[in-house]
């Protein structure tokens, strides 16, 4: 399609960089502008008794809830997994874990609130919308370093092989660095991702297509 294409939008720097090296698109017909989204509601302060960790995902290939599961074993936190496909049985096989909770798939889901930290664990990304979302409440981020999210985290969370102890050592450091991180997503959040903040790049960047 990029033959038939004015110009291509990479919503990463990491697809950018696909982009041009790897499709061999033209740099003069490529741009790029990182993802961006409305912000969800600003993140209330919880009196949870115990940390509430959550992930947003399809229970299916290449998203690894499995490796969440088994990091969080021996941590005294909640695991509220948000999704569902084909791997759900296995996973709830596997889940004896009493703090582990499946709330299959909610369409529309915006209560990020509810929650103290945010993971996603995957063997494959782009740039996730749910984990902006999750950012833009204030969330520490605990993402797999596959794609574009290491664009997402600058002191906000950990970025993680997909092992069981690196995820597992991230969410005890997400734990200890809890406020900081919190104000960090925020903080990132409206610098990059904002789209009330960085509309402009958007209209400049289609005007500039239209016109020519």
Request: charge should be negative; include cysteine.
């Amino acid at each position: 399609m990029s033959s038939l294409s004015d110009s291509i939008l990479a919503i990463s720097k990491k697809d950018y960089d696909n982009a041009k090296e790897v499709i061999g698109i033209q740099e003069d017909k490529l741009k790029w502008i990182t993802n961006k989204i409305y912000p969800m509601s600003l993140k209330k302060e919880l009196l949870n008794e115990k940390i509430k960790l959550l992930t947003v995902a399809r229970l299916s290939p290449p998203k690894r809830v499995d490796l969440l599961i088994e990091a969080i074993k021996d941590l005294d936190v909640e695991l509220h997994i948000v999704g569902d496909g084909i791997l759900r049985n296995e996973l709830e096989a596997i889940s004896s874990n009493t703090q582990i909770y499946f709330h299959g798939e909610i369409d529309g889901f915006n209560d990020f609130n509810s929650y103290d930290i945010f993971a996603l664990i995957s063997d494959s990304e782009g740039l996730p919308l749910s984990a902006l979302e999750a950012m833009s409440v204030g969330l520490p981020m605990i993402l797999s370093d596959v794609g574009g999210c290491f664009e997402l985290i600058e002191d906000n969370g950990v970025l993680v092989n997909n092992c069981i102890d690196e995820i597992k050592n991230a969410i005890i450091q997400c734990i200890d660095n809890k406020q900081i991180f919190s104000e960090n997503s925020k903080i990132i959040f409206d610098r990059k991702f904002n789209l009330d903040k960085n509309k402009n790049q958007y209209i400049e960047y289609y005007t500039k297509v239209m016109g020519n």
